[in-house]
């Protein structure tokens, strides 16, 4: 009996351990994630491509309907006029982590801003991807999907 409750024990705290790194890792990438965000949408390029492993592979559907072309027309501004800029916002769906792996479940919305115009266009985006935890300790994208919808005007 001594001997089942100490494996019980044992077995709790075992464990109890593993759920505590599960959520410190849940909270390392809901933090890494906002922090692409506000380097995204204040512009830093350089602060933004560091939530990607070197080798990551994505996926992003290249039918014209998701093209910055597209984003333009439904904006209704000749591309030729001007540039653009996108910020986003996120909405994390879940979060499940086992080891050095983690699969996120998103939703994203891409607001494009055209410079010169108060007309703006957005879209949703549906995303998952697969992190790894790199042997800094730090959680990187190794590999995404998304699946976006069609750009949508959103103010003049």
Not at 77 to 94: A, N, W
Request: charged share 30%.
């Amino acid at each position: 009996m001594k001997l089942f409750a100490l494996l019980f024990a044992l077995l709790l705290a075992t464990t109890s351990v593993a759920f505590s790194q599960s959520q410190d890792d849940e909270k390392e990438i809901r933090k890494t994630l906002g922090d692409w965000i506000e380097a995204t949408n204040r512009k830093d390029r350089a602060a933004g491509k560091s939530i990607w492993t070197s080798d990551v592979v994505g996926w992003f559907p290249s039918s014209d309907e998701f093209t910055i072309d597209a984003a333009f027309a439904v904006a209704g501004i000749p591309k030729k006029k001007g540039s653009s800029y996108s910020t986003y916002e996120i909405k994390i769906e879940e979060i499940a982590v086992s080891g050095s792996l983690a699969a996120v479940h998103d939703v994203w919305t891409e607001t494009l801003h055209f410079d010169g115009s108060k007309v703006t266009v957005s879209r949703v985006i549906r995303g998952s991807e697969m992190w790894k935890r790199q042997p800094d300790g730090k959680w990187k994208i190794a590999r995404w999907v998304s699946a976006p919808e069609r750009w949508m005007k959103v103010s003049e």
